[in-house]
């Protein structure tokens, strides 16, 4: 497998960045995941965009003529790894770069940003789109800068690891006694036929896939209340469903070992499913 590192491509066994890259120092970068679907990337201007965002948020400058390149790069690398047919998925990650000593402060005069990108073949959740899945309640532990995409994900590798351990696929993150987001995707409740889900506040990713189903909710005029769910509603819901570039559209039918709704997928998670394909599949 061929990686993206630096201006160069080389074999990801090769690829090595250094000890001082303040990545590893101090999870000081952001990332992106975007799906390729027979070499159609798909919303890269709305990753492109968000990751531009985290860069600002973070005070990490690349120059222009480096972001601009990231399509061309991208392309390259899934022709490289034969990722051009069927589906994968392209990794982005820009660190500030590598600095010695280490000091909390940035360096300066400011060091070349790591930039990185890898491919890999994509398997979608296909049998837990239709089955759904289980879910534990978990305290929201994440700082207060949500919106923007760091690499600094411990309290969302110890969500979802706390989930492994209680033998569930996923966490339903908890804050202030309202249901914020997944470790990895974005949450949408259903009653009465609406759509209740966390506003894009700097509590919560924005996620790309999380846009798509508010245009397919619009589309179905599904109405959308920009409302979090309360823990102590959170059994009286209809639906529970995950939105992510890699969790597609994905109901939640138990949490907690109570059941959500009928503990099936129901009506609405299945229409927005058949919305939210014909985006990425068409
Ligand atoms: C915490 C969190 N929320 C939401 C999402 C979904 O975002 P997107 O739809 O852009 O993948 C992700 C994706 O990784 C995430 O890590």
């Not at 948020?57 to 392309?75: A, F």
Request: with cysteine.
């Amino acid at each position: 497998m061929q990686v993206y590192l630096n201006g160069a491509y080389v074999n990801s066994e090769d690829a090595k960045v250094s000890v001082g890259d303040r990545g590893f120092v101090f999870g000081d970068g952001v990332y992106e995941v975007t799906r390729v679907v027979n070499g159609k990337f798909f919303r890269e201007n709305e990753h492109l965009a968000r990751l531009r965002e985290g860069l600002a948020g973070l005070k990490i400058h690349v120059k222009d003529s480096v972001l601009e390149q990231i399509p061309e790069i991208s392309r390259e690398l899934i022709k490289r790894n034969h990722h051009t047919e069927g589906e994968a998925a392209v990794y982005l990650q820009v660190t500030r770069g590598s600095a010695w000593p280490r000091t909390h402060t940035f360096p300066d005069p400011p060091v070349k940003p790591t930039v990185y990108l890898s491919s890999s073949p994509f398997t979608p959740h296909t049998r837990l789109h239709q089955t759904g899945v289980d879910a534990i309640t978990v305290s929201d532990i994440r700082w207060t800068r949500c919106n923007l995409k760091t690499v600094n994900l411990l309290p969302n590798t110890l969500a979802k690891q706390q989930a492994k351990d209680a033998g569930v696929n996923s966490a339903i993150m908890i804050r202030d006694g309202v249901v914020t987001e997944s470790p990895n995707a974005n949450i949408f409740g259903v009653k009465n036929g609406a759509l209740y889900t966390f506003p894009a506040t700097n509590y919560i990713l924005n996620g790309i896939t999380r846009q798509a189903v508010l245009e397919v909710a619009e589309d179905l005029e599904i109405p959308v209340y920009f409302n979090p769910i309360r823990l102590d509603e959170l059994f009286d819901i209809d639906e529970l469903f995950f939105s992510g570039t890699t969790t597609d559209i994905q109901p939640v039918t138990v949490i907690d070992g109570k059941p959500i709704g009928s503990s099936q997928p129901g009506p609405i998670v299945k229409s927005i499913q058949k919305g939210y394909n014909k985006l990425l599949y068409t």
